[in-house]
Each structure stands twice: as C-alpha cells, then as structure tokens.
C-alpha cells in the first residue's frame, strides 16, 4: 500500500499538514512551493558537499599512485600522524551525512514527504552521519588543543584512533539499528523516522533519543568555543606553560594548530543555527512546521537545514588548503625527522632509522663498487683482446 497523499487534493493537503502533538496525522507532509524551494537548496548543498568529497579522495589516490611508482622517495606513509585517522573518518562521516542530505531532493520532485523504507533510509543517514561528525570533530578538536597546549606533537598511536573510530562507528550503528528494530512494527506514525516535517529523522516523539543525538552536536559545537577561549588566553600569555623563547618549533606547531582549528570552528558556525531552530521545533510540538503561524521559524529552519549541509564542502576546503601534509594532500608523506610515525616505527620494530638508512648507503656503495671493479675487469679484457689483435697483425705483415 502506497504511503503518498495526492497532495493536488486540497483536502488531504489539509490534512496532511495538520499536526498532532508534533507528529503528522497521515505521515505524509504535502510542501508548499516555497518550502519545496527551500528543501532543494538543502539537497544541493547535500550534492555540492559529496561531489567535494570524492574530488578530494581523488586528489589523495593520485598522490598515493605517484608514491608507490616513485622507488626515489624515502618511506613514507599515508597515515603519519593520529589526526589523519581522525579526519580520514570524519570525511567518511560527511559523505554518509551527505547522501542523507540529498535524498531531499527525491521529496522536492514528489512535492511531499511520507513514510516508508526510503524515508527510513533518510533519516538512518541522516542520525549515522550527524553524530558520527560531530564526534569525529571533537577528537580533532581535542587532539590539536592538547598539542598546542603540550608545545609538541603527540606520538603516533594506532590503538588510539582505530578504537575511538570502531566505538564511534558501532555506537551510531547500533544505537540507530536497535531503536529502528524496536519500533518498526508499531505502525508508521510509531515508526523511529519520521517526516519531521520537511526530511525524516528521528520521529518528534521520540524525544529522548533526538536529546541523545543533540548532546553530540552541542558537546561538539560548545567544547569548539571552548577550546578556542582557552586557547585565546593561552596565546595572550595568560596562562599555561608560556616561555620568552619559545622554541621556531613550538611556534611553528602553535601556527599548525590555529590553522587544523578551523575544521572544528566551521562545524560549529553551521551546526549551532540548525540545533537551535530543531530545539525550538521541540520545545513546542503544538505549534508544527506547518502551521502559517510558525512560518518564520520553518524559514529559518530550512536555511540552516542547508548550511548545515556543506559540512563536508567546508571540510574538503580547509583540508585542501590548510592541512597541508595530512593525508599526502600537497606532501609525499615522507617520514622526516621526529615525524610521530617514524617514532612510532622505530620503537616498535626496536631498530633506529639512521642505522637503516646508513645500511642502505653502505649497500648501495658497496653495489657501485662491485659494479665500478666489473667495469675495470671489463677494461682490462678488452685492452688485451686489442693487444692480443695489434700483435697478430705485426706478425703477419
């Protein structure tokens, strides 16, 4: 059974976007043109956010394919540091955000949003890929903050990363799975996303779990402005370990840190607008979306419903051109001196680079040599052989 309105019917447009108690009465909500136009800006910027993605990706596959066939370049690695495990999987994050984000574009062209399994498909991104993004950016966030605070890189840590990533990935996994299972069979109006009106998410009436979500994106958005402040006294010198003659190194590190800053500061400057209007949404369920009295509040929603979605647009920029080195993104991702990575490889395989490296030199002098002592032997044969030929022509004149 076919869960669409025939939304040219003035009467079930009516209907339609007649609320109860936050939900709507026949899961379906019939858009106006005006709240179409503003839900097909979200699905663009949704688009816009992927394409940026992908382009990226691509950028870092074809550094790592000039890596493998250049036998020149010292080691190297893709991952150097444990930032560029964090950021690998908040892109990874954005692009699952970002399918959610344009699969409004499927509610603009049937002008209505209704339940059923594409709307439930919606609203699992939508909750997988918000909050696995706002966590991602919090450990970037903290990450940098402790380096900068500390004055140094922080060692390389495999173990850290990849398990902080696997507990984020099956939190959000499960949490959404779990509840969607629980309420599948109380009937769509029951169903745990729902039009909520203008995209599905998590039904209105669920409010605890949407609290749950919220809670990530507002620890994410809060402890950004958080970190900047401290930080801001901390450059002022008025606090933490400030020292007259900081170190080119230190400096250096402190410069990093502002600039690797601003993926967190971007999340917040979109997320908080979008938090507030859904919060406002929430805190009066009498008054929905839909009614003409709330006209203002589904305007300004809608807005920042699209903002909040070139997310991972704005994070592929700043990647680009303020990370330099993560990633292989403008870098070969040689291991350096005292780069955390090379650290890290030392101590676990119990051997110095330098030891590895003068090895090497002294295999490759040693090749030079052998080959230098051939080409002599070489030399030397052929010298004979035209001896050998001058005397036989003496003999025979």
């Known amino acids: 059974m076919s869960n669409r309105l025939d939304c040219t019917n003035p009467a079930e447009y009516s209907r339609s976007r007649t609320d109860r108690n936050g939900i709507t009465t026949y899961c379906n909500t019939c858009l106006s043109t005006g709240e179409a136009i503003g839900l097909n800006y979200g699905g663009l910027s949704g688009l816009a956010s992927l394409v940026a993605i992908i382009a990226l990706f691509i950028i870092i596959a074809r550094q790592y394919h000039k890596n493998m066939m250049n036998t020149s370049l010292a080691p190297w690695r893709l991952l150097r540091s444990n930032l560029d495990g964090f950021l690998l999987n908040l892109l990874v994050a954005d692009i699952v955000m970002s399918i959610g984000g344009i699969m409004d574009l499927h509610w603009v062209a049937s002008r209505q949003v209704h339940c059923g399994a594409y709307c439930t498909f919606q609203g699992f991104s939508q909750f997988v890929g918000e909050t696995a993004v706002a966590m991602f950016t919090l450990s970037i966030a903290l990450h940098t903050f402790t380096s900068i605070w500390l004055g140094r890189r922080l060692s390389y840590r495999p173990s850290l990363w990849i398990t902080y990533s696997i507990c984020v990935w099956i939190y959000v996994l499960l949490f ?61 010198g008025c606090f933490g370990n400030q020292e007259q003659g900081d170190s080119r190194e230190r400096r250096q590190l402190r410069c990093e840190g502002w600039l690797q800053l601003l993926n967190p500061l971007g999340y917040t400057v979109l997320v908080l607008p979008i938090s507030i209007a859904r919060w406002m949404y929430i805190s009066k369920p009498s008054t929905p979306l839909t009614d003409p009295k709330a006209s203002s509040l589904a305007a300004a929603t809608l807005v920042f419903h699209a903002t909040f979605r070139l997310s991972g647009l704005i994070n592929a920029l700043l990647v680009l051109f303020t990370r330099s080195g993560l990633l292989l993104i403008n870098s070969t991702g040689e291991l350096y001196h005292g780069d955390p990575r090379r650290e890290w490889e030392e101590h676990r395989n119990g051997r110095q680079w330098e030891e590895e490296v003068q090895r090497e030199e002294e295999g490759q002098q040693e090749a030079e040599h052998r080959q230098q002592e051939e080409q002599e032997v070489d030399d030397q044969t052929e010298e004979k052989r035209q001896r050998e030929g001058d005397d036989k022509r003496e003999e025979i004149q």
């Not at 909520?196 to 779990?209: D, H, L, M, Q, S």
């Open 176 to 236: 959404a799975l779990i509840a969607w299972a629980i309420h599948s069979r109380e009937g769509h109006e029951k169903s745990f996303f729902a039009p909520t009106p203008f995209w599905c998410w998590i039904n209105v009436e669920y409010k605890a779990a949407k609290y749950g979500e919220y809670l990530w994106l507002w620890t994410a958005g809060v402890g950004n402005l958080v970190i900047y402040s401290v930080l801001a006294l901390l450059f002022c």
